[in-house]
């Protein structure tokens, strides 16, 4: 690379090695600035996602190798494809060069349109239909797979409806298609336009009753299709004090298309709704649209409201290549993602989730989860997936449009007239968001600065690129670390064992009671973004309710703490003694209260715990080893115990009845007297009010995950005295 032979050599040879030992991000270095190269690249990623591919037939080409079970199971084709994906999108490649890895995301696209208009149900014959059409057009593969699924979904007469009209080989129909196609007329055989009631501006009360509605009439919202009335909107939402929602709409992809160019931008005031429609000639790409959103999107004045804003902002840059070249310095924009990650904490924290109305079919989630919460009523989320580019809008997609962004600000302004009613600070500005939530500009801030101390620590190019990617708690791969802390995930009831030892390393955990269905797990994972632990069938099940990458599975056969170590190894967990025991172990808590001694003693003598007759010692061993852990074992020299947690100050324990805020009371009955003399510090979950004390098991641990354990020379140190 340094002395630029790449044209000079075989590319195959080069790269063929680097891809197996998982050093694709140096293939990628490699094939930089060469565009024949990167497409011969692309093509042979491609290849390997071929049904007829044998890795074993590329192993012998370089006999050599020896790859590790890691190293290999990274030549899959849910990862290739997703590297094909990635390369093309980044070198500009046609699509059209990647048949094996578009007709699988094509496939899959398929597949999950026939569960979302046959299984969940929630998706319109229109739509469904819209999207079919596109997904299957020009693959009579696809046709074939079609045919095949609305057989089993559907009957055989919308079977036998859509092999006529794409003409299905006969050889390749399923048995039964061919002779109902016999059977029928050609009407019956017709596709019709689907003839659905007069779509009006009110819904039936049914509807009304179910669902959140849009409190303004039809006049109030204004579609935006040409300069003139680009400059109303503008005047109307660029107001000193302007609280506006924000939203955007796109036709999705399924897949197909990494990033999504944006049909309709919709702004929403308390008194009306814009939608700008970008599908109109006169405003998509017109400098005044382009100027407005920037004028919008840096005002500091107007209150900009969004959720999970990052997807649509990576859609404005996609759809406006210009906002790149001169990136915009976001100003003013509240997320309510944050928001609604904040309010799930403390109800969780108190009392679990808040009790909310629960309607037939799937589980709320994301916004209409948190429009359920704050004002009752969830969203009709039936027109989310209707094809954004057709014109002209129905009253049904208009309308949803416009709910999308006015929720958001009906969202704010009743949970800024009384925050504390939510369990939320006065101001909501100044909810961060959590560490599995940061941005993207921040995830490649600390992947930059990673590769940077990378290179500046190794000699030579050879390492450059030689990342170890890992899965990260979002769902992405990463080759930065993360804290025990930043990986929360859900464990199906099979994997308690591996939930306790995870969360006794200071991982976020949540746990499935023996009674809970596997699919409860899915619905945690989609309402707090988690990610899914399991083992054995319930895996393929779970995946297909999560998005790619939030489903692992381990072997049950394993013991819970390999399990343990294999989690934490997957993920690029960076453990360190501080994390050990920062959590509590019965309820999942990171906060603690930290009493000396003194103030545990004097609890206990007013609770009457204590006994004026001092127990024999050999009673009060008893005791100590039937109830806790002491710390007669205590390893010299080795890190002392400071868990990384949230410390709660002495206010918040109640001074007479023991007791926190949330509720819980100290359980000064399971501390043994005959301990206090020996234990110095005692520390206090404020959520359960269980008590903890270092002992024996701190150093267990400590030996149980010391081959990834971190340990630094401050943490010794500070034990050694």
């Known amino acids: 690379m340094k002395l630029g032979l790449q044209e000079e050599l075989n590319m195959e040879q080069m790269c063929v090695p680097l891809i197996l030992m998982d050093k694709l991000p140096l293939a990628e270095a490699y094939v930089q600035d060469h565009a024949d190269l990167q497409e011969r690249l692309i093509r042979l990623l491609d290849s390997w996602c071929s049904p007829d591919f044998n890795l074993e037939d590329v192993r012998r080409q370089f006999p050599s190798l020896s790859l590790s079970k890691h190293q290999t199971d990274q030549i899959q084709p849910k990862l290739l494809i997703r590297h094909v994906f990635r390369l093309m999108e980044k070198f500009s490649i046609d699509p059209g060069l990647c048949v094996n890895a578009v007709y699988k995301r094509k496939l899959d696209s398929l597949r999950f349109l026939m569960y979302k208009r046959f299984g969940e149900k929630n998706m319109t014959e229109e739509n469904w239909r819209d999207h079919v059409q596109v997904t299957v057009e020009g693959s009579v593969d696809l046709q074939v797979v079609l045919v095949e699924l609305l057989v089993k979904h559907s009957g055989l007469k919308a079977a036998a409806q859509w092999a006529k009209h794409y003409n299905v080989p006969r050889d390749r129909l399923p048995i039964g298609v061919w002779d109902t196609m016999e059977t029928l007329s050609s009407s019956q055989l017709e596709i019709n336009e689907v003839c659905s009631p007069l779509d009006l501006w009110l819904t039936p009360p049914s509807h009304q009753l179910q669902f959140y509605q849009l409190p303004l009439d039809q006049q109030r919202v204004h579609m935006v299709e040409n300069s003139e009335q680009l400059q109303l909107c503008r005047d109307s939402v660029l107001q000193a004090g302007r609280v506006v929602g924000v939203d955007m709409e796109w036709r999705a992809g399924f897949g197909t298309v990494s990033t999504q160019r944006i049909s309709l931008i919709q702004l929403a005031v308390k008194e009306r709704v814009f939608l700008l429609d970008l599908c109109a000639p006169g405003l998509s790409h017109h400098s005044l649209t382009v100027n407005f959103i920037r004028a919008l999107l840096t005002n500091t004045s107007v209150l900009k409201l969004g959720y999970g804003m ?119 500005h100044s909810i961060k968001p959590s560490p599995s939530t940061k941005s993207d500009s921040d995830k490649k801030a600390k992947e930059k600065r990673k590769q940077t101390g990378r290179r500046g620590r190794q000699s030579g190019i050879g390492r450059t690129g030689d990342q170890d990617e890992r899965v990260r708690g979002n769902g992405e791969r990463h080759g930065a670390s993360i804290t025990p802390q930043e990986l929360r995930v859900v464990c199906d009831n099979m994997l308690q064992g591996l939930g306790r030892y995870l969360r006794c390393v200071g991982v976020d955990v949540l746990m499935l009671e023996n009674t809970d269905d596997h699919k409860v797990a899915a619905q945690i994972a989609r309402n707090e973004g988690r990610i899914i632990l399991t083992s054995g069938q319930p895996f393929q099940t779970l995946r297909s309710q999560v998005a790619e990458g939030r489903c692992l599975t381990l072997d049950c056969s394993e013991k819970a703490r390999d399990q343990a170590l294999r989690v934490l190894k997957h993920f690029n967990v960076h453990l360190t003694p501080s994390d050990i025991f920062s959590r509590c172990q019965a309820c999942n808590n990171d906060e603690y209260l930290k009493l000396p001694r003194e103030d545990m003693t004097q609890m206990m003598n007013k609770r009457g715990l204590i006994q004026d007759t001092v127990p024999k010692q050999e009673d009060w061993e008893a005791q100590c080893d039937a109830q806790v852990d002491c710390n007669r074992s205590r390893a010299p020299g080795g890190p002392a115990f400071t868990p990384h947690c949230r410390w709660a100050p002495r206010s918040a324990l109640d001074a007479h009845s023991f007791r926190f805020s949330g509720g819980a009371e100290v359980q000064l009955e399971t501390v043994p007297p005959g301990l206090l003399p020996r234990i110095p510090e005692y520390f206090i979950c404020t959520r359960c009010g269980k008590v903890f004390w270092e002992g024996s098991h701190f150093d267990r641990a400590l030996a149980q995950f010391q081959d990834i354990l971190n340990i630094s020379d401050d943490d010794t140190t500070a034990r050694k005295h």
């Open 310 to 428: 990052s997807g649509d902002l990576r859609s404005l840059v996609a759809t406006w290549p210009e906002l790149k070249e001169e990136p915009l310095e976001f100003k003013g924009v509240l997320d309510l993602l944050h928001v609604h990650q904040q309010l799930q904490r403390c109800w969780r924290g108190r009392t679990g989730p808040r009790p909310v109305e629960v309607n037939e079919g799937p589980a709320e989630k994301g916004l209409s989860l948190l429009v359920q919460q704050v004002l009752g009523k969830p969203l009709d989320k039936t027109e989310q997936l209707s094809n954004w580019e057709r014109r002209p809008l129905r009253t049904g997609q208009v309308r949803y449009a416009a709910i999308d962004a006015y929720c958001l600000v009906d969202v704010y302004l009743t949970l800024s007239a009384d925050p504390k009613a939510f369990g939320l600070p006065d101001d909501l």
